[in-house]
């Protein structure tokens, strides 16, 4: 096991690492074999307190600085990542139960992000604009909020940690990160530990490891951040939004999906049946963009079903650990109840199971339904887990309004041979991004990342970064003298 689990169960606020002083533990567990891997006393709504205090405190200096020295130490955070990286896809397999494919492109990832904040810190640019004022000049500056509140999910923590943290302190702020309760090293401590080595001012970022059972909406409410970064459900994000809007602060969400990844009649049939099998059992369905549901124009839907079914039987299921494991287990058994009962629920409605995975445990193996009514709630909500939904459809409008059919609206897919028809298809879907002959899992540094409708407010990643964590602010300069009406 990792040592990380050992040397990284601590709080770590205003730079040091230090005990928890709440009365209860947060208990870590390998969600495939239930082994114990460490127990951090949890953070009260004092550490809270103290952390954002002391991010408020460093966040002066650190943004007076030169962004050429901020950008040193990203440079260094990317060189102990790649270091460390035998080390961090191990502490990934035994926290959350991610496979080693899976595992090898959650840091892939978390390395491209790394490289962006590297160029992020020199990215905030000024503006001079025109003014009808005889003598006044009206410049704009881009400055850092202050300080960030960043809150993520367990499914991909290392990497959603990174996209909110990094360019966050690039930019010249301070951090407070919450990680998820299920994932507190690889999502929280060890982020702090890559930079308290790279070389970050101590107190800049701080990592209270707690539970809303114990701090309330304490991290939110709390008087210092201006911005808070939120990855996880849309009705946990709902909450945070409004929390946020009562106390005048920035919310950035990231939510949930319900994608759909859409084969139109032109398709090539074997490269979407690959692009879809990925893209809904990557990380056993743990991802929010996964296509939950696979539309199939009917006429080749009897052959394309036949293939993706083939394919779904091969996932071998089993210990995240094994290099030959596709399907790992879901992070929790009460994520593995509610999965295991939406196939319960979609055959009671009258669908029929093609394959019908088992369970151990957490380990939920793949399943393929067909026939779920088409009133069925099961077809407008994520689902967290290996399961997919075959729906048919009768061309391109009847397509179009199935996509469409869902209060989300976060990622999707469409296959077909001529990528103009694929571009016009995915101009009509409400969602904020949308890939032509691909997958529904992509994340690229520099592109705008995020959701319409129920998926979220705002966007992440390159420019769309400078919106999230800095403001700008107009200062005049009156090179004559104004005229006053008294």
């Given amino acids: 096991m ?209 539970d809303i059972a114990e701090i309330g909406d304490a991290f939110v409410e709390h008087p210092v951040p201006k911005v808070i970064s939120f990855t996880g459900s849309d009705a946990v994000g709902r909450h945070v939004a409004t929390v946020c809007a009562a106390h005048f602060k920035r919310a950035v969400l990231e939510l949930g999906g319900n994608s759909a990844l859409v084969v139109l009649d032109d398709a090539d049939l074997d490269y979407a049946v690959d692009a879809a099998v990925f893209s809904r059992y990557v990380h056993q369905g743990q991802v929010c963009m996964a296509a939950n549901r696979i539309l199939v124009d009917r006429s080749v839907a009897e052959e394309f079903t036949a293939r993706f079914v083939a394919k779904v039987k091969t996932l071998k299921a089993g210990d995240p650990d094994d290099p030959a494991t596709v399907i790992g287990p879901l992070i929790n058994s009460r994520q593995a109840d509610a999965v295991a009962g939406v196939v319960e629920q979609a055959l009671a409605e009258g669908a029929t199971a093609l394959v019908h995975g088992g369970r151990t445990a957490n380990l939920v193996e793949p399943s393929v339904l067909t026939g779920v009514p088409a009133d069925s709630a099961l077809l407008r909500q994520e689902v967290f887990g290996p399961v997919a939904f075959l729906v048919p459809f009768d061309g391109e409008e009847d397509a179009v309004r199935l996509v469409n059919d869902t209060p989300y609206g976060l990622s999707g897919a469409v296959h077909t041979a001529d990528v103009e028809r694929g571009v016009a298809f995915a101009r009509r879907i409400d969602t904020g991004m949308f890939h032509v002959n691909d997958g529904t899992v992509h994340d690229e540094p520099i592109v705008p990342f995020g959701g319409e409708k129920h998926s979220g407010l705002g966007r992440l990643n390159g420019d769309a970064m400078l919106d999230a964590f800095t403001t700008q602010k107009w200062i005049s300069v009156q090179h004559g003298r104004s005229t006053f009406p008294f």
């Fill in 2 to 210: 990792s040592s990380y689990f050992t040397d990284l169960a601590q709080q770590y606020i205003d730079g040091e690492w230090r005990a928890g002083s709440g009365s209860w533990d947060i208990v870590d567990f390998n969600p495939y074999d239930d082994a114990k891997l460490a127990s951090i006393t949890i953070a009260t709504t004092a550490e809270v307190d103290t952390a954002y205090r002391a991010a408020e405190r460093a966040q002066k200096e650190w943004a007076a600085a030169s962004p050429y020295a901020r950008r040193a130490v990203f440079e260094k955070a990317l060189r102990l990542v790649e270091e460390r990286e035998p080390e961090i896809v191990e502490a990934i397999i035994a926290e959350l139960g991610g496979t080693r494919t899976k595992a090898g492109f959650e840091l892939h990832l978390a390395k491209e992000f790394l490289r962006e904040a590297v160029h992020l810190a020199l990215r905030p640019e000024g503006r001079v604009l025109p003014s009808p004022t005889e003598g006044k000049e009206n410049r704009v500056y881009r400055v850092p909020v202050g300080v960030v509140g960043v809150i993520s999910p367990f499914n991909f923590p290392f990497l959603l940690s990174l996209k909110s943290v990094a360019p966050a302190l690039a930019l010249g702020n301070g951090v407070v990160l919450k990680p998820h309760q299920n994932t507190p090293v690889v999502g929280g401590t060890l982020v702090a530990k890559i930079f308290e080595d790279a070389g970050l001012p101590g107190g800049l970022l701080n990592v209270v490891v707690t």
